[in-house]
């Protein structure tokens, strides 16, 4: 799905992907051939299997590295609530607006449907208080979608694919 944050995505590091398609061949697509774009891939609509990814990383000074990946973990303790399971990030950015940010201006910070609720830290995660069912996420998620709708005339989408079923 071109997982991203920080301003980087997969698609600046990925060089190849081996895949198996829907008869069963192995498969590669470049970079280009995988279409990324925000939060998608040519793998998201279709049934292949990624086996392996080829990436092309950066050298860099060990220290440098060390004191980025410090400060983005301080970024997510300070602002993503990691103390509680949740499937990260749940809403896609709209063009020129911060979703969570509207979520919140709903005041829909800490409401909750069963063990479902929207982070009191970061109103764009949905955490799972202890004993959330899917039925209560997805219920929860369609009631953020109605009040953002309602409040501020967006429909905003979601970041993570529902699969299967309740």
């Known amino acids: 799905m071109n997982a991203g944050a920080y301003g980087q995505e997969i698609k600046d590091v990925v060089v190849k992907t081996t895949y198996v398609d829907d008869k069963g061949n192995i498969k590669y697509?470049?970079?280009?051939?995988?279409?990324f774009e925000y939060r998608s891939s040519i793998f998201k609509d279709k049934p292949y299997i990624i086996t392996?990814?080829?990436?092309?990383?950066?050298?860099?000074?060990e220290s440098l590295i060390n004191a980025k990946i410090d400060e983005m973990m301080k970024n997510r303790i300070e602002k993503q609530p990691i103390d509680f399971p949740s499937a990260g990030s749940t809403?896609?950015?709209?063009?020129n607006l911060i979703t969570a940010k509207l979520i919140d201006d709903c005041g829909l910070k800490g409401y909750s449907i069963g063990g479902a609720?929207?982070?009191?830290?970061?109103a764009g995660f949905?955490?799972?208080?202890?004993n959330a069912t899917a039925k209560d996420v997805l219920k929860l998620v369609e009631h953020i979608k109605e009040e953002v709708y309602k409040r501020f005339n967006e429909k905003i989408e979601l970041e993570v694919l529902i699969i299967g079923e309740e």
């Open 29 to 35: 697509f470049s970079n280009e051939e995988q279409k």
């Open 91 to 95: 809403f896609k950015r709209l063009p």
């Open 52 to 61: 392996e990814v080829e990436l092309k990383l950066q050298r860099d000074n």
């Open 126 to 130: 949905i955490i799972n208080k202890g």
């Open 117 to 122: 609720e929207v982070s009191n830290k970061h």
